[in-house]
């Protein structure tokens, strides 16, 4: 079966940080552009970040630009989104979803396999 498995979350500080990874379970990751979403409490989900196949592109949310990167690591057939300088409105549950076509100004794509999300929890 083919599914996204999400790891590395977790309650922390404000002003600290995380880093998320996402592996891929019966397909190649490699194959497909890897997009992050996070749905906060009471929130829609929204996109915070997203990377093409080969990691030469990638796009942003405005909300944390500056303070996220996003890369994948081909021998290790991971994506991964670390998180500095947390606020605690960045607490959600954040998911890793892999398409095949993506809009890279807006993370918008066909997106066939999504994980099940990890929480992260930002709070003092």
């Known amino acids: 079966q083919s599914q996204l498995v999400e790891s590395g979350g977790g309650l922390v500080q404000p002003g600290g940080s995380l880093r998320l990874s996402c592996v891929a379970a019966?397909?190649?990751?490699?194959?497909?552009?890897i997009g992050w979403f996070r749905q906060g409490p009471g929130k829609e989900r929204e996109a915070v970040s997203c990377?093409?196949?080969?990691?030469?592109?990638?796009y942003f949310a405005d909300s944390v630009r500056g303070r996220f990167t996003v890369s994948r690591d081909t021998a290790k057939r991971t994506v991964y989104l670390r998180m500095n300088s947390l606020k605690p409105e960045d607490t959600a549950v954040y998911y890793c979803?892999?398409?095949?076509?993506?809009?890279?100004?807006?993370?918008?794509?066909?997106?066939?396999?999504w994980g099940q999300g990890t929480q992260v929890t930002v709070s003092s």
């Open positions: 990377i093409s196949t080969s990691g030469g592109r990638a």
């Open positions: 979803a892999a398409a095949s076509i993506v809009d890279y100004s807006t993370c918008d794509g066909l997106y066939g396999h």
């Open positions: 019966g397909f190649s990751l490699e194959d497909y552009s």
